[in-house]
Nanobody, 124 residues
Framework: QVQLVESGGGLVQAGESLRLSCAASGRTFSSSVMGWFRQAPGKEREFVAGMSWSGIWIYYGDSVKGRFTISRDDAKKTVYLQMNNLNPDDTAVYYC?????????????????WGQGTQVTVSS
């Protein structure tokens, strides 16, 4: 079992930055692929970034490449999403997810555990 709690969301202006954190509990965190997804109102859940436990696999969604960075601290059981140069299209609820199967996937259906989400709102 893995429990996930996101934090760090908020309201910012276009061009500003935010860092999201996802605190995990459970024995399988260190061997899980960790991912960030987001969902805007009326839209499907979208893959944002993912990272394997070894750091060998790191992948970003096309809309955030070059602006967002995923990282993890296995000692703290925490995964981060640094978001720079935010724009209104980034407005969404951001979810942290874990795949103990370590598949390195960008498909939400491959992730078993999910946090409750944190709201990010970017004003123009």
């Amino acid at each position: 079992q893995v429990q996930l709690v996101e934090s760090g969301g908020g309201l910012v202006q276009a061009g500003e930055s935010l860092r999201l954190s996802c605190a995990a509990s459970g024995r399988t965190f260190s061997s899980s692929v960790m991912g960030w997804f987001r969902q805007a109102p009326g839209k499907e859940r979208e893959f944002v970034a993912g990272m394997s436990w070894s750091g060998i696999w790191i992948y970003y969604g096309d809309s955030v490449k070059g602006r967002f960075t995923i990282s993890r601290d296995d000692a703290k059981k925490t995964v981060y999403l640094q978001m720079n140069n935010l724009n209104p299209d980034d407005t969404a609820v951001y979810y942290c997810a874990a795949d103990p199967g370590n598949r390195g996937s960008y498909m939400s259906t491959d992730y078993t555990y999910w946090g409750q989400g944190t709201q990010v709102t970017v004003s123009s």
